[in-house]
C-alpha cells in the first residue's frame, strides 16, 4: 500500500488498473468514464512490463533456519497445511501456509520428536516477501518428502502474486533431518509451474514428481503473461534416474476445466502408471503404460466423489492403495467435511473401510505417510482463517477397516500447530 499525490488539470483523465482510494481537494469535481480500451500495442507493452517484474521470482528464496521470534506462533494467524513427512530415525516433520492461500503466502516447518504428541516452535521458515519488490511475491505450494535414501525433501514454488503465468518449482534438501541441527541446501529452481504432491517412487528405480504449470494464465495485474508457456501448460510428470539430481519432462495431461491440478501418480501392479488430478467437476484420472511419455484422454473414476479440493492416494507398504478423502461413502461426500480413510485391495476397482478421520466442516487439504511398522500419518487443516489449525491423524490399515481406532497408537485431531495472533484474516479459497 502506498499514497500518491497529483495536481490533476481541468478535464485531464486518470485510469487506474488497481483498486484506489481517491482523496479530492475542496474544489475537485469527478466524472466518472467509461474506460478507453488499451490498443495492442499497450496491452502487449503491459504484458513486457510485468514479465520483467515476473522475474523477481526467478531469484533465489532464503531459507530462515533461525525464524524465532519474528515467525512464532504468536505472530501467525493463518493456516492452510501443505504436507507432512517421517525420518528413518522417526522424527516427523510438518509444514504448512502462513499469511494466507493469497499473495501474501509462506512457508512454515516445524517437527516432533515424539510421534506428533508435541511439535516444535516453527524451525524453518521461507517467506519471499519483500518491502522493495513492486508486487508480493509468495511461497504457495509444495511438500516435504523423505527419499529411499533417508533424505529430506522440501518442495515448495514461487511466484509473484499467487501465480504470475510461470511460477516455479524448488527443491532444497536435508541430509541429516533428524539431527538436532538440520542442514539444508540451497534451494535451485527446476522447472516453471508449482508442485504440491510427493514423487512417486517407481519400480524401476525412477523417481516421478508430479509438476503443475497452470492451464490459465497469470493472475489479476499478470494476466496473458508468458503465453509461449502454452504448449506446456497442464498436469506435467518430471524423471529424475539419478536421484533427484537432475529432473526431465517426460509427459503432460491436460484436464477439461482446467483449475488447480494437485494431480498424484499410482504405479499399478502391471506397471501401468494411473494419475488422479483435481477439477472443478470432481477427481479426473488419466493412465499410461509407456512410463508417463504418452497418457490416455481423462475420465471420471467410477464410484469416486469428492469436493473441489485435495484428497490424497498413495501406495502403502501392504500392496494395498490408501485414499483419503471427503464424505462417509467412497461415491458421496457434502464438501469439506467428514474427512475418512479407505484403501483397496484391487488397484483401486473397489475400496474397502471408512474410517472417520474428522468429521467436522472445514476440513481439508489431506498428505501423509506411513512409518515402517505400519503406521500411517495424516495431516490436514481447520478453518485456515479462523482457527487455523493444522491437525494430524495417527492410524492403521486395521482402524481403516474396522472404521474405528483399534490401534494401541492410533489417535485422532492431534494439533500440530495453531496461530495465536489476534485479527486473524479471510483469504482466498484454493
Known sequence: MFAYRKTIAKSERL??????????????????????????????????????????????????????????????????????????AGRLWACWVAGGDSPKAFFVLASSDNDGETWSHPRLVVDGHSKKLPEQRSVLVGNLWTDPLGRLWLIFDQSMDMFDGRAGVWLARCDNPDAAEPKWSAPRRIWHGVTLNKPTVLSNGEWMLPI???????????????????????????????????????????????????????ERKDGSLWMLARTPKGPMQSFSSDGGRTWSKPTFPDGIRHPVARFHIRRLASGRILLVKHGDTVDTHEQRCKLTAWFSEDEGKTW??????????????????????????????????????????????????ARKLVGRKSKLKMLISRPLKKGGRRNRKR
Open 15 to 88: 485510469r487506474f488498473r488497481k483498486l484506489a482510494l481517491l482523496v479530492f481537494g475542496k474544489e475537485t469535481k469527478m466524472e466518472a468514464t467509461e474506460p478507453t480500451p488499451l490498443t495492442d500495442q499497450e496491452t502487449q507493452d503491459n504484458i513486457n512490463r510485468m514479465e520483467e517484474i515476473a522475474d523477481y521470482a526467478l531469484v533465489p528464496p532464503n531459507l530462515n533456519t533461525s525464524p524465532l521470534p519474528e515467525y512464532d506462533y504468536d505472530q501467525l494467524d493463518y493456516g492452510m497445511t501443505i504436507g507432512m513427512d517421517r525420518t528413518p
Open 212 to 266: 503443475s504449470l497452470d492451464q490459465r494464465t497469470g493472475f489479476r495485474s499478470f494476466k496473458g503473461c508468458f503465453r509461449e508457456l502454452d504448449p506446456l501448460r497442464g498436469a506435467n510428470v518430471f524423471v529424475s534416474s539419478d536421484k533427484g539430481e537432475t529432473w526431465e519432462r517426460r509427459g503432460c495431461v491436460r484436464f477439461p476445466h482446467p483449475e488447480w491440478h494437485e494431480h498424484m501418480i499410482v
Open 352 to 401: 474397502k473401510g471408512g474410517l472417520m478421520l474428522d468429521e467436522r466442516n472445514g476440513i481439508s487439504y489431506p498428505d501423509g505417510t506411513q512409518a515402517p511398522d505400519g503406521t500411517l500419518y495424516i495431516s490436514y487443516d481447520h478453518n485456515r482463517s479462523t482457527d487455523g489449525e493444522i491437525l494430524m491423524a495417527r492410524f492403521t490399515e486395521e482402524d481403516i477397516l
